[in-house]
């Protein structure tokens, strides 16, 4: 009798077991990942990083969630390599605006869905110039090729000489509105929300994983906006500068020295710089201090200088947004100083 009672509550255990294991056959895994705001090498790494965790866990799909105004064109690249090599598969869900390097994020994806009042397009290169307009264009077809998108009408949205008859004439950007997108292929369907989407695309009794970003990755995404980072820049310089003028050691030193800190921590976190540039930098700053102690400006106030700049410009994800930050800086630096 006690043997059949051990046998019974095996056998009841296995059932719980077997039927656990079906429910979770069932309820499989949807990734979402949202591509929100400006596009940097932090997003990047946070789609990188939700994409690889999506594979691990033997994701059914991969839903990335776009509201974008663009950003940088590398970092956008690099995204859309990410989503093009995985083999999961993906559905971009324009939710608002997929503008100029969000452009290429969305048309990476497999399917494409997009809200009643979205609007995709105007990836028109900065700066303006033939040879950065022919790259970016092309590098747009390519995409659109390979994901089965209309490739000049996706170039068209980059390059102002393409004509597309009854859309678009020369010497304009092409943007399209959700039913446009939907009426020339772009998109595949319009929805209103995630859950709507999920049952369009037969994706039913399945789990879905909002994929956050961790602190770092916040941090990293905040420092390396580049509206944040020029501020970050200023209070800096300020702090520093404003340390070196003054006798002993107060409150701008600690400033300065935090901003940076922020400055390059961020853009280390974000995989942008490495930890080299923080030495070049740390030299510069010691040379420049050598600088005061010794009557004329000699090779040590140039050599930091030079260090010193190129530290910072090296820091930055591109040339364009470095020299603008940094005037951006020097100017704010040189008002706050001299009041």
């Given at each position: 009798m006690k043997s059949y009672k051990i046998i019974t509550f095996i056998l009841v255990l296995l059932t719980l077991f077997n039927l656990q294991s079906v429910a979770f056959a069932k309820n499989e895994l949807v990734y979402t990942i949202h591509v929100n705001g400006v596009i940097d090498n932090g997003l990047y790494n946070f789609v990188k990083r939700g994409i690889r965790e999506a594979e691990e866990n033997h994701a059914k799909a991969l839903i990335f969630e776009i509201n974008t105004p663009g950003g940088e064109i590398k970092a956008a690249s690099n995204i859309s390599n990410a989503i093009l090599n995985t083999d999961i598969p993906t559905i971009a869900y324009v939710n608002n605006e997929a503008l100029s390097a969000g452009v290429i994020v969305?048309?990476?994806?497999?399917?494409?869905?997009?809200?009643?009042?979205?609007?995709?397009?105007?990836?028109?290169?900065?700066?303006?110039?033939?040879?950065?307009?022919?790259?970016?264009?092309?590098?747009?077809?390519?995409?659109?090729?390979?994901?089965?998108?209309?490739?000049?009408?996706?170039?068209?949205?980059?390059?102002?000489?393409?004509?597309?008859?009854?859309?678009k004439e020369k010497g304009k950007i092409l943007s399209l509105t959700s039913n446009e997108a939907l009426e020339w292929g772009i998109a595949d369907e319009i929805v209103e929300n995630?859950?709507?989407?999920?049952?369009?695309?037969?994706?039913?009794?399945?789990?879905?994983?909002?994929?956050?970003?961790?602190?770092?990755?916040?941090?990293?995404?905040?420092i390396t906006n580049p509206f944040i980072?020029?501020?970050?820049?200023?209070?800096?310089?300020?702090?520093?500068?404003?340390?070196?003028?003054?006798?002993?050691?107060?409150?701008?030193?600690?400033?300065?020295?935090?901003?940076?800190?922020?400055?390059?921590?961020?853009?280390?976190?974000?995989?942008?710089?490495?930890?080299?540039?923080?030495?070049?930098?740390?030299?510069?700053?010691i040379l420049l201090t050598v600088e005061i102690f010794i009557p004329g400006f000699g090779v040590f106030g140039i050599f930091g200088i030079i260090l010193t700049f190129?530290?910072?410009?090296?820091?930055?994800?591109?040339?364009?947004?470095?020299?603008?930050?940094?005037?951006?800086a020097i100017l704010a630096s040189g008002i706050t100083i001299f009041l």
């Open positions: 969305a048309i990476s994806c497999q399917t494409i869905a997009v809200s009643p009042t979205a609007a995709i397009g105007a990836a028109e290169t900065r700066p303006k110039e033939e040879k950065y307009i022919s790259a970016w264009a092309a590098q747009l077809r390519s995409v659109a090729e390979k994901t089965g998108r209309n490739k000049e009408l996706v170039a068209a949205m980059a390059d102002e000489d393409i004509v597309i008859e009854g859309l995630i859950d709507e989407l999920l049952k369009s695309q037969n994706l039913y009794d399945v789990s879905v994983r909002v994929h956050k970003p961790n602190s770092a990755e916040k941090f990293a995404q905040f980072s020029p501020i970050i820049l200023t209070i800096g310089i300020v702090g520093v500068v404003t340390e070196i003028l003054t006798p002993g050691f107060g409150l701008p030193g600690l400033l300065g020295i935090l901003a940076f800190t922020f400055f390059f921590g961020g853009n280390i976190l974000a995989g942008i710089t490495s930890y080299w540039v923080i030495l070049l930098f740390v030299l510069g700053i190129t530290s910072i410009i090296i820091a930055f994800p591109s040339i364009e947004q470095a020299l603008i930050s940094i005037i951006f």
